[in-house]
DNA sequence: GCCAACGTTGGC
DNA sequence: GCCAACGTTGGC
């Protein structure tokens, strides 16, 4: 089992979202970094810290589950999807996905300044100078440091 | 809204 | 294969 971290604009989709409709395909994912842990990497039951970024406090402020492994992104295809990649076809696919469910919402929200000030987190990509990835692997000890700060 | 830090594209 | 131009992300 493996841990994640999944960000999302709460203005396009919020935890609040997610709690709501229970499972979402996670798609729109067009970096080939993320694609390829998309697609490669997560297995069904690994843990996702759900991130918001864009937004006036960003952090985390929940936790979903993988609920399925990846598979293609057919948003890809669609012309009229904001993602829409003509050169992903449905046989030979570019961008994949996978679908998230809900866990829980933390009981408060755990900001970017506090990971960022907290010692013992230093190495995490989230909080590295630059680090545009939308989906990046958490290591299960911070998993752990990061859930004792709730 | 600004802008630094990236990733991608495409000319050469 | 290099690299300048461009687009995007995301904190601030």
Not at 4 to 25: G, Q, T, Y
């Amino acid at each position: 089992m493996q841990y994640w971290l999944m960000k999302s604009e709460p203005d396009a989709f919020s935890i609040d979202d997610l709690a709501r409709v229970e499972i979402e395909p996670w798609d729109g994912v067009r970096n080939y970094q993320a694609r390829n842990m998309l697609r490669d990497q997560m297995q069904i039951g690994d843990q996702v810290f759900f991130y918001h970024s864009n937004c006036e406090i960003p952090g985390i402020v929940g936790i979903a589950e993988i609920a399925t492994t990846g598979y293609p992104d057919d948003t890809a295809q669609n012309p009229d999807a904001k993602y829409y990649d003509p050169k992903s076809t449905a046989e030979n696919p570019r961008w994949y996905r996978v679908d998230v469910k809900f866990v829980r919402k933390l009981k408060r929200t755990i900001s970017l300044n506090e990971l960022k000030a907290n010692p013992t987190l230093t190495e995490i990509p989230l909080v590295r100078k630059g680090n545009r990835l939308s989906v990046m692997p958490v290591a299960a000890q911070h998993w752990h440091d990061i859930l004792a700060l709730e």
